[in-house]
C-alpha cells in the first residue's frame, strides 16, 4: 500500500511542483504576452467546453483519424508487398529514400494546388505525411522475418502472410506507427494553420492574429492535451497488439 | 544499380504523365520543366541565401539541442532519484506537437529565425533526451563494477561508451525531424528560408520554381539522413554493431 502510495507520489511530483510554481509565479502578471495561468485556465474553459468543442476540434480529429487510417493501411500493404520481393526492393529503395526525406508539411502548399483547401487537402497530405516510417519499417520488419519460420511454413501449408509475415513484422510496423502519429498531428495543425476555414490549428492562429492571448495560450494547451492523449491511447493499443511480444521480451530477459 | 533503374523509371513517370495528359500540368508539371526552374533558381542570389538560411537554422538548432540533450540526459540518466522523479514529466512534454509553439513564438519573438529555432530544438531536444536516457539506463553490471573499483571517472568510461550508440540513433532521428521544423517554421512563421520560398512560390503560382523548392529539401534531407549515418560509423568504428558488417 504504502509503495504505491509512494509510486504515485514520485509519478506525481514533479509535473504537480512545476504547475504550482507555474501558477504562483505567473500569478498577477501584468505582461500582456505572458497572461498567468489562472486567465488561462479560465480562456480554456470558456473557449473549449463548449460548441466550440464540437465546431473546431472534432473536424481536426476526424480529418486526423481518417488520414492516419489510411495511411496505416496503405502502409502495411505497400511495404508487405515491396518487403516480399527483393527485386522491387533494391527498385525502389532509393525513390522511397528521397520521397520520406522531404519534410511533409512543405507539401501542403503543393497538394493545395489539386485537391483545394479543403478536408480532402488535409486528409492527403496527412497520409502522404504518415505513411513513409510505416512503409519503411513495414519493408525492414517483413525483410528481417526467420527465414527458418518461412520455410516452416511453406512445409506444413500454412498461409504465411497473415500468420507469419504480418505477425513477425508487427513489432516494426507498431514503431513505424508510432512515429507516424506525431507526424499526423503535427500536419494536422499545420495544414489548418496554412491554409483553413475550421479546425483547431485555424483557430489558433486566428486567436494569435486578434491578439486574444490568454485565448491563444489554451489552445497551446488544448493541442499539448490532445498530444499527450493520443500518444497514451496508442499505447496502450500497442500493449495489446504486441502482447505475445512484450511477453516473450519479459520472459528473455529473466 | 536497381536503385538507380528504379529513380530512372520515377524521373521518366513523371515526365511522361503530365506530357501524356495523364496528370494536369498545371498541378504536376513535367521533370524536365522543374529542372528547368532549378537552374534558374540556382543562378538567383536569393535561392541560396535560402539555402544558407535554412541549413543555418537546422545545424544550430540540431546542435543546441544535441548538446542540451546529452548534458540533461546524462545527469537525469546518472541519478536514479532524478530518473524516477523525472519520468512522467517527461512522458508529458515529449508527445505535446511541436507546432502548438508556433503561436507562442511568433508572439514572444516574432517572424525571426528564433521563433523557427525554439521549434527546432524542441523537436529534436526530446530525440535526444531519450535516446540518451535509454543509454545511461543500458550500462553493463559488470562494466559498472569494475569502473567503481577501479575509481575510473565514470562519465567518461562508462556512461559515455554505454550511451554512444544510442546518441547516434538519437542525433541521426533529430537531425531529421529538425530539418522538418526548420522548413515547416519557415512554411508557417514566414522566417526566411526555403520553406518562405515555398509560401512565397505558392502565392505566386509559380508551380515550377515550388517543385523545385521541394526538389531541393528533399535532396538537403537525403544528404541529412546520408552525413549523420556516415558520422554514425565514424564514431562508433570500435562498436560491435558496426564492426560485425565488415566482412572477416
Known sequence: MSATLK??????????????????????STDFFRPSLQRIVQAFRETWLGPRFVEEVLPSLARLAVGYVLAVILGVVIGVAIGLSVRTRALTEPVLEFLRAIPPPILVPVIMLFAGIENTMKVIVIVFGCIWPILLNTVEGVRATDEVLTDTCQVYGVKPLRHLV?????????????????I?????????????????????????????IPEMWSGVLLLGL???????????????????????????RR | MKGLLGLA???????????LGVVP???APPLSEVVRALGAEARERRFWDAVTDTLVTWALGLGIAVVAGIVVGVVIGAVPLLRTATASTIEFLRPIPSVALIPLAVVLYGVTITSTLILVVYASFWQVLIQVLHGVADVDPVAR?????????????????????????????????ALILAVTGELVIGSPGLGKQIALAQMSNAVPQMYALVLVTGLIGVAANVLARFAERRALFWHPSVRREVPA
Not at chain 1, 9 to 27: C, N
Not at chain 1, 166 to 182: E, H, K, N, V
Not at chain 1, 230 to 239: I, P
Open chain 1, 184 to 212: 499526423g498531428i503535427i500536419l494536422m495543425v499545420i495544414s489548418e494553420m496554412v491554409a483553413a476555414n475550421n479546425g483547431l490549428g485555424f483557430t489558433i492562429v486566428q486567436f494569435q492574429r486578434g491578439f486574444q
Open chain 1, 166 to 182: 504480418l505477425q513477425s513484422a508487427s513489432p516494426q510496423i507498431m514503431t513505424g506507427a508510432r512515429q507516424a502519429l506525431a
Open chain 1, 7 to 28: 509510486r504515485v507520489g514520485i509519478w506525481l511530483g514533479l509535473p504537480v511542483a512545476l504547475v504550482t510554481v507555474w501558477w504562483f509565479a505567473s500569478a498577477g
Open chain 1, 226 to 252: 490532445i498530444g499527450v492523449a493520443l500518444a497514451g491511447l496508442f499505447h496502450l493499443a500497442e500493449r495489446r497488439v504486441l502482447v505475445w511480444y512484450h511477453g516473450s521480451r519479459d520472459a528473455d
Open chain 2, 25 to 27: 500540368s498545371q498541378w
Open chain 2, 9 to 19: 523509371c520515377f524521373g521518366a513517370l513523371w515526365e511522361l504523365l503530365p506530357r
Open chain 2, 145 to 177: 563494477d569494475t569502473a567503481s573499483i577501479y575509481r575510473l571517472p565514470k562519465v567518461r568510461y562508462l556512461y559515455w561508451p554505454t550511451a554512444l550508440p544510442y546518441v547516434a540513433t538519437g542525433v541521426r532521428l533529430a537531425a531529421s525531424v
